[in-house]
């Protein structure tokens, strides 16, 4: 079926990720894989032909567009060349929220230009090293001294952990008020008693920085907290995770589409006993269920955007969309390495570390087991 989802203007700029992506990062992805981070010096050319702060208003440097399609352009490019150490999705598609639309005036033009620009790179700071899922389960405080936090914890599994300047971080400012006690303070590089542990060697992703972080009497300007006034940092968090598991599924399908295509071609020129793998019944029927269910998948996660984009997008149907994307890009490429033999196996074959660097995906942004939680408790039960 013929995807309608982008204008000509979403066409125009996914020409302008392309040749970015051609010119700056396939070049050297390889290297930054085995250096285990990207360079801040491509954030800051990504900045320059405006691959972020696509809400940012015009006069803080960005376009003044809320268009998640733009995002979805710049999620699907990196997908399709495999570029899976930049952190761009967590930065547009995560953050933004919180700096356009919880900032004050001041905030605003204090952060939103490096924002835009790519010379201030976000974080958000929630998992902690005895609480994922379970946001109220987060034990770092703060605790309001005069005109500042006093900030003490520590997080892990921070993406983008080593090269951020501006981590949103969740903290406890009243623990016996649950919920309602949670706030989020913005802490900034170079803050004393914020230090950053080792880069995480992880499964996959190897380019991206994943770090573990300690706050240890971080003294935190009160201007710093998001919101006017305390104990909304759940609520703050809860309305932004739609738009977080957007993102991953948007990944998760492009990822899909990637790697069926280039299994695709790998059946029609690969021989055995004779003939083409793809003239096999098996290779053929595979084929057929990947590539329909991937169709569906698309349709409804295009139908999600525009939910997005209308203000109409529910924690339910993100839920949905999360769960199912990523599982399906985890069922997709297994098969797929499975068709390419003992080929898949061998790193030097895109479906092999397309393997690999998917397996976080059921993971992240709520595992696919909360999501199934989220679904379950809107029957009422």
Request: charged residues 25%.
């Amino acid at each position: 079926m013929q995807r309608d989802l982008f204008e000509e203007e979403h066409d125009l700029f996914r020409e302008t990720v392309r040749e970015f992506l051609a010119r700056e990062v396939v070049p050297h992805h390889d290297r930054w894989e085995k250096d285990g981070i990207v360079p801040r010096e491509v954030w800051k050319k990504a900045g320059e032909v405006g691959m972020f702060g696509f809400g940012v208003p015009e006069e803080f440097g960005g376009a003044g567009i809320k268009d998640f399609r733009y995002n979805a352009v710049i999620v699907e490019e990196i997908i399709r060349v495999g570029a899976s150490g930049l952190g761009f999705s967590l930065h547009n598609d995560v953050m933004a929220p919180y700096f356009v639309d919880l900032t004050n005036d001041e905030q605003k033009a204090r952060w939103l230009p490096g924002f835009a620009s790519g010379e201030l790179i976000t974080a958000v700071a929630m998992t902690e090293p005895g609480a994922g899922s379970d946001l109220q389960g987060v034990r770092t405080t703060a605790v309001r001294e005069g005109d500042h936090y006093v900030l003490n914890g520590s997080k892990t599994f921070i993406t983008n952990g080593i090269n951020s300047d501006l981590v949103v971080t969740v903290a406890k400012t009243d623990p016996a008020a649950g919920a309602r006690g949670i706030s989020l303070l913005v802490v900034e590089r170079g803050m004393e008693g914020f230090t950053r542990g080792r880069n995480l060697d992880k499964i996959g992703m190897h380019a991206q920085d994943t770090a573990e972080l300690s706050f240890e009497g971080v003294r935190v300007p009160a201007a710093n907290l998001l919101g006017d006034q305390e104990g909304q940092g759940f609520f703050q968090l809860m309305g932004n995770l739609p738009q977080e598991r957007l993102s991953i599924a948007v990944a998760a399908v492009a990822a899909a589409e990637t790697v069926l295509k280039a299994t695709i071609d790998y059946c029609r020129n690969r021989q055995a006993f004779g003939r083409s793998i793809g003239t096999f019944q098996n290779t053929r029927f595979v084929l057929a269920e990947l590539d329909t269910e991937v169709e569906i998948a698309r349709h409804y996660l295009d139908k999600c955007i525009l939910a997005l984009n209308a203000g109409r997008l529910t924690v339910v149907d993100a839920a949905k969309a999360k769960w199912w994307t990523t599982e399906l890009q985890t069922k997709v490429i297994d098969r797929c390495l499975q068709l390419h033999g003992g080929y898949g196996y061998m790193m030097e074959y895109p479906v092999a570390k397309a393997w690999i660097d998917s397996r976080v995906q059921t993971i992240y942004g709520g595992t696919t087991e909360i999501m199934k939680e989220i679904i379950g408790r809107s029957f009422g039960f």
